[in-house]
Nanobody
Framework: QVQLVESGGGLVQDGGSLRLSCEVS????????MGWFRQTPGKEREFVAA????????RYENSVKGRFTISRDNDKNTLYLQMDSLKPEDTAKYFC??????????????????????WGQGTQVTVSS
């Protein structure tokens, strides 16, 4: 069984920082493209960032470029999302996900929720103004 467990969410002021973690059980982690998504009530889950399983290539949604950094530690089976300069519009529940099929050659591939095979339960991030 593959399990993803997020942590690190919380309440932070406008301009603050948080670091999300996602611990992955199972051998799938080291060969999976990993992604972070977020969702607010009544809206679809949206892509935030992704990182390849080898080489550490990364992709970001435009609104978080320069503020968020995705990284991974394959030895610890852990994915991270460092979030700096947070804004109230970043408020959402954040989910990590793993994919054996995502390709960085296609934007639709690595940003699409349907490409990801495994999901965590999410962690809430609230940014107050």
């Amino acid at each position: 069984q593959v399990q993803l467990v997020e942590s690190g969410g919380g309440l932070v002021q406008d301009g603050g920082s948080l670091r999300l973690s996602c611990e992955v059980s199972g051998r799938t982690f080291s060969r999976s493209t990993m992604g972070w998504f977020r969702q607010t009530p009544g809206k679809e889950r949206e892509f935030v960032a992704a990182i390849s399983w080898i080489g550490g290539a990364t992709r970001y949604e435009n609104s978080v470029k320069g503020r968020f950094t995705i990284s991974r530690d394959n030895d610890k089976n852990t994915l991270y999302l460092q979030m700096d300069s947070l804004k109230p519009e970043d408020t959402a529940k954040y989910f990590c996900a793993a994919s054996h099929r995502a390709s960085f050659s296609s934007t639709l591939s690595y940003t699409g929720t349907g490409t990801y095979d495994y999901w965590g339960q999410g962690t809430q991030v609230t940014v107050s103004s």
